[in-house]
């Protein structure tokens, strides 16, 4: 009987090394994240007054973008995907953070009919405004951005912004 707790005690300790002894899974390696893979690269507008460098940060958990117009920095955005369990909700979302001087601006990502979009509320001029944002690849190696606003709590939305950009150089993904 002694015989057989000790080979147990040993199986449990080699089973314990080798299960420690494997690097940690990385929160970040699974579909959802790699939802923004396609804008991974160096992107400029038609008019060729914008440039917007975006790349994976943080071993792949993050996306992070640099905006140009006409060559300087104008603004940063970050984009990151929360899985959920570190509050145990279980609740996945994207969210997207973009500044630049003077302002930032706070985005949660909603999925809808397949797609992420990026929903900010604020106020101007004393009225409630919705925004949302997203993006769509486009054939020939081209992307379009749209900026959509609603004034009655997302029922109707009317066009804001709606560039397209040509990829300049791939992400390499």
Not at 46 to 66: S, V
Not at 138 to 148: D, N, P, S
Request: hydrophobic fraction near 35%.
């Amino acid at each position: 009987m002694l015989k057989f707790a000790f080979s147990g005690l040993i199986l449990s300790l080699l089973l314990a090394v080798s299960v420690s002894a494997q690097p940690p899974a990385n929160p970040c390696d699974h579909a959802e994240v790699k939802a923004f893979d396609f804008q991974i690269g160096v992107w400029q507008s038609e008019d060729g007054k914008q440039i917007h460098e975006i790349r994976k940060t943080l071993d792949g958990c993050a996306i992070q973008e640099i905006w140009k117009t006409d060559g300087a920095e104008t603004a940063f955005g970050f984009k990151s995907f929360d899985n959920g369990n570190h509050h145990k909700t279980g609740e996945k979302k994207w969210f997207y953070s973009w500044f630049a001087k003077g302002f930032h601006q706070l985005w949660e990502g909603r999925k809808e009919n397949n797609q992420w979009r990026f929903y900010r509320a604020w106020w101007l001029d004393g009225e409630a405004v919705l925004s949302r944002t997203y993006w769509n690849p486009l054939e020939g190696g081209t992307l379009e951005r749209i900026v959509e606003q609603s004034r009655d709590g997302g029922k109707t939305w009317r066009p804001h912004v709606k560039h397209k950009f040509v990829r300049k150089i791939s992400g390499g993904k």
